[in-house]
């Protein structure tokens, strides 16, 4: 069972109805009761960092995702503003994000992007990861974002895309995941991910 954190900063909805076409068994929870018996995380996003961290850390669910990850060592995958939060620190509000993967969440700038926020379809590539498997590079994902994580290892990058400036568009550390885009909005691929990510071991 895949634990979908609601937390008042993610749209659960939209990726609970995705999980329910793949008939992949979920929960939205916020209970770590709940949480604890599940086999996978998937943390989603769509609001300003500093609010997603507010309510993480108001919820205690802070605590409660690093234990799940760092000591139960369970597959986790964040979504948009829920990968952002992995990192160190995000320039969206100068908060502190959960540090569970180094680095810094930073804001395109519009010399380089143009048109900011980054919206609609765009192209990935990948170092060919399980997540990605059966998704060919070059493939396209929807995203709607103003920040990109710029991890500090950049042997944690398994997805690149270009916007202006080519940027981490996916990263991976041991059990931790984390996807820019949308799968839950992006058609057959995104599909394909979150069942790659619930067959995952």
Same mark, same amino acid.
């Given at each position: 069972?895949?634990?979908?954190?609601?937390? =008042?900063?993610?749209?659960?909805?939209?990726?609970?109805?995705?999980?329910?076409?793949?008939?992949?068994?979920? &929960?939205?929870?916020?209970?770590?009761?709940?949480?604890?018996?599940?086999?996978?995380?998937?943390?989603? $996003?769509?609001?300003?960092?500093?609010?997603?961290?507010?309510?993480?850390?108001?919820?205690?669910?802070?605590?409660?995702?690093?234990? &799940?990850?760092?000591?139960?060592?369970?597959?986790?995958?964040?979504?948009?503003?829920?990968?952002?939060?992995?990192?160190?620190?995000?320039?969206?509000?100068?908060?502190?994000?959960?540090?569970?993967?180094?680095?810094?969440?930073?804001?395109?700038?519009?010399?380089?992007?143009?048109?900011?926020?980054?919206?609609?379809?765009?192209?990935?590539?990948?170092? =060919?990861?399980?997540?990605?498997?059966?998704?060919?590079?070059?493939?396209?994902?929807?995203?709607? !974002?103003?920040?990109?994580?710029?991890? &500090?290892?950049?042997?944690?990058?398994?997805?690149?895309?270009?916007? $202006?400036?080519?940027?981490?568009?996916?990263?991976?550390?041991?059990?931790?995941?984390?996807?820019?885009? !949308?799968? &839950?909005?992006?058609?057959?691929?995104?599909?394909?991910?979150? !069942?790659?990510?619930?067959?995952?071991?």
């Amino acid at each position: 069972m895949i634990a979908l954190i609601d937390y =008042g900063g993610g749209n659960t909805k939209s990726v609970a109805n995705i999980l329910e076409r793949l008939q992949i068994s979920y &929960e939205i929870t916020n209970n770590p009761e709940v949480i604890d018996k599940s086999d996978k995380i998937i943390l989603p $996003g769509v609001a300003n960092f500093t609010y997603c961290m507010e309510q993480l850390i108001n919820k205690k669910l802070d605590l409660v995702i690093k234990n &799940e990850i760092l000591n139960k060592k369970k597959l986790f995958l964040g979504i948009c503003s829920g990968m952002q939060l992995l990192g160190s620190f995000s320039e969206e509000g100068n908060t502190a994000g959960l540090n569970l993967i180094s680095g810094t969440v930073r804001k395109f700038k519009i010399e380089d992007s143009k048109i900011v926020p980054h919206v609609g379809w765009n192209k990935i590539n990948h170092n =060919g990861d399980d997540l990605l498997k059966n998704i060919g590079n070059n493939s396209r994902f929807y995203f709607c !974002h103003s920040f990109y994580f710029d991890p &500090e290892d950049k042997s944690n990058i398994i997805i690149n895309s270009k916007y $202006g400036k080519n940027f981490c568009s996916g990263i991976k550390k041991n059990n931790i995941y984390g996807i820019q885009f !949308h799968p &839950e909005k992006s058609l057959e691929f995104g599909k394909i991910l979150i !069942h790659n990510f619930s067959q995952l071991s």
